[in-house]
């Protein structure tokens, strides 16, 4: 016997998973007294299904010979990340190539990320850097702690990707040492995350560059001059259609918050 016909569901709160693009900034600025060979790197690739992998690189050091590094160390990463998508095996290949360099002091810390917009999930392996959260328009600051110590040191790498979703409301920025330890001649006042998570804030709102705000902002706290190579990788989802509500979000999302850091704000 048939049943009462079955009535069609209707979701007033969904858009096309095309609905969301992704904004990247990057920025790359060499120490003052090095002449414009910088040995951080900063980039951004577009790889399929729409997704895009962000490159922050940083080779101990600064200078011509850090930058000459620091290029080699880059295009492994990328060839890597071209090949297989995944932050974690990219981080070994740059690990292997600094250990059989002989280059002096072939270390670095490193930030890969590959962000998806349509599913707002951002797979990410951290090789040691501390300057790298999430931005909440409500000025909250979420922590993306490393998965991996520093490249090259005489320590079994086990590199691991992290998972997380990225709200149309936040922004993903990473950033180097150059930039989070910048600080006044004499004084132990660092620029820091609350630095970096201002300079965004405030270019956003303005509607500036916030990579190049970050920068200027480091400069400026500095007293004018960076005493280090200094790079800094940021990146938001963007609307494309503008019409609709924003889509659900996912359920696990709600389980990640339960685990994740406390947030703080600045």
Not at 29 to 36: K, M, N, P, S
Not at 89 to 99: E, F, Q, W
Not at 132 to 143: E, N, P, T
Not at 173 to 195: H, K, L, N, W, Y
Request: aromatic share 4%; glycine share 10%.
């Amino acid at each position: 016997m048939a049943g009462p016909p079955i009535a069609p569901i209707v979701r007033d709160d969904y858009v096309s998973p095309a609905s969301f693009g992704i904004r990247t900034w990057q920025a790359v600025q060499a120490a003052d007294l090095d002449g414009g060979a910088c040995g951080d790197r900063a980039l951004t690739l577009l790889l399929d299904s729409g997704r895009t992998a962000a490159v922050l690189l940083d080779i101990a050091g600064h200078g011509p010979k850090r930058a000459e590094l620091s290029s080699a160390v880059a295009e492994v990463i990328v060839s890597s990340l071209v090949s297989d998508p995944s932050p974690a095996v990219a981080l070994g290949c740059a690990d292997r190539t600094l250990r059989t360099s002989d280059a002096e002091f072939p270390y670095a810390l490193a930030f890969l990320a590959i962000v998806h917009p349509v599913l707002r999930t951002v797979v990410y392996a951290s090789a040691g850097q501390d300057c790298a959260f999430v931005l909440g328009r409500d000025k909250h600051i979420r922590s993306l702690p490393p998965t991996a110590p520093m490249l090259g040191i005489p320590l079994t790498l086990n590199p691991c990707d992290a998972l997380f979703y990225l709200e149309p409301t936040e922004t993903l920025i990473i950033a180097t040492d150059g930039i989070s330890e910048s600080r006044p001649p004499g004084s132990v006042a660092f620029f820091g995350v609350a630095g970096v998570a201002r300079a965004v804030a405030g270019s956003l709102r303005s509607g500036d560059d916030p990579a190049l705000g970050v920068l200027e902002g480091a400069r400026v706290h500095a007293g004018g001059k960076l005493a280090d190579d200094a790079a800094v990788v940021v990146i938001s989802l963007t609307p494309v259609t503008g019409k609709g509500r924003l889509p659900a979000e996912p359920r696990s999302a709600t389980t990640l918050r339960k685990i994740a850091p406390k947030m703080t704000s600045f």
